[in-house]
């Protein structure tokens, strides 16, 4: 049987719903629209931060939500 994702060392059910509350905070904080470029940065950084560590909701918010990410140009 394939080992779940929880197994894998993946994000865990409460990791990515407090991922997604800093998301959606920092994305209406912006006035980013979730599927704009700035908001996929933003969750890209998000992920980057939470992989090295940063796990608490309150650095995670402070880390994005009030410096304006500009999206990599291609």
Known sequence: ?????????????GEIAR????????CRRREAHPDSAEAR????TLLALHNAGMVEEDMLMEAVGFRRL?????
């Open 41 to 44: 940065e933003l969750a890209l």
């Open 70 to 74: 500009e999206p990599k140009s291609a």
């Open 1 to 13: 049987m394939p080992k779940s994702v929880y197994d894998r060392g993946l994000l865990k059910p």
């Open 19 to 26: 991922l997604q509350r800093v998301f959606d905070e920092a």
